[in-house]
């Protein structure tokens, strides 16, 4: 399964941008992580098929949703009003299988990733 990741760009602070990961086959946990500059990479978002349940970080609560196109085998992250610290890499990954819960945030419970795209927030 091959994952394209699309939607990043630049943006002024409070404003927002939706993020589209388009996978070629069926997934069955998506996710979203993120890498600013000199950090590591970090959890944002998840959603798991099944159920369509979602979870999402503390920092980005409230403010993103992570949603799925059911017919076009695609996710989305709807963030709102974005902060100068929401600046990074943005990488869709996913699982052929349906993670558990208490995975869904780390790196290692998602076999493909995205090609990353870039999210800029200014001050």
């Known amino acids: 399964v091959q994952l394209q990741a699309s939607g990043g760009g630049l943006v002024q602070a409070g404003g927002s941008l939706r993020l589209s990961c388009a996978a070629s086959?069926?997934?069955?946990?998506t996710a979203w992580f993120r890498q600013a500059p000199g950090k590591e990479r970090e959890f944002v978002a998840a959603?798991?098929?099944?159920?369509?349940?979602?979870y999402y970080a503390d920092s980005v609560k409230g403010r993103f949703t992570v949603s799925r196109d059911k017919s076009q085998n695609a996710v989305y992250l709807q963030m709102n009003s974005l902060k100068p610290e929401d600046t990074a890499v943005y990488f869709c990954?996913?699982?052929?299988?349906?993670?558990?819960?208490?995975?869904?945030?780390?790196?290692?419970?998602?076999?493909?990733w995205g090609q990353g795209t870039l999210v800029t927030v200014s001050s």
């Open positions: 086959g069926p997934t069955y946990g």
């Open positions: 990954a996913a699982s052929p299988n349906t993670p558990i819960t208490s995975a869904v945030c780390y790196s290692q419970t998602y076999s493909y």
């Open positions: 959603l798991r098929r099944s159920t369509s349940s979602t």
